[in-house]
């Protein structure tokens, strides 16, 4: 498989009418996995790099309800960038994946929805320690 399909971007249905939009996320129907922890990234700007890590455990989906901002995506071989820019997509973002969040518009709201509670030890966020627990590097 490759990293774009192990982390696909995913397109959620539009429920909205004259009244304005509504999009409905179900966790383990509209992404693969139950959704335990929501926290959202705003007030970032241009200039920011936010994430920088791995994790082992947990699951992700980013989604910018509002602006933009860009995803760079990396398993320490292939990398690809995606540009989140509409409140219906998001993209899948498995365990030990590393990523990177920057690009934010002063605007941007960037939504994440989480398989786990947050622990503190499955984060990995030494890139050469990473690429150690990949088998890229001894
Ligand atoms: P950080 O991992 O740097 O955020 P991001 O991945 O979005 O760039 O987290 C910033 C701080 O917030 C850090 O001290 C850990 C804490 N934090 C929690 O306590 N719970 C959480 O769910 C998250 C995402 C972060």
Known sequence: MTLKEMCPVLYFG??????????VIEGAQAIPFDIK?????YDSDSTVIRGQHANRESEFVLINVAGQSKVRIT????????GLNKPMMGVY????????????????????????????KEYIRN???YLKEMGIKK
């Open 75 to 82: 398993d320490g071989r292939e990398e690809f960038v995606v």
């Open 127 to 129: 890139y050469d320690e």
């Open 37 to 41: 922890r929501v926290f959202y990234i």
């Open 14 to 23: 539009d429920l909205g009418d004259k009244r304005g939009k509504l999009v």
């Open 93 to 120: 973002i498995p365990k030990m994946i590393w990523k990177d969040m920057y690009g934010f518009s002063s605007d941007s709201v960037l939504l994440v929805l989480a398989s786990t509670h947050y622990d503190d």
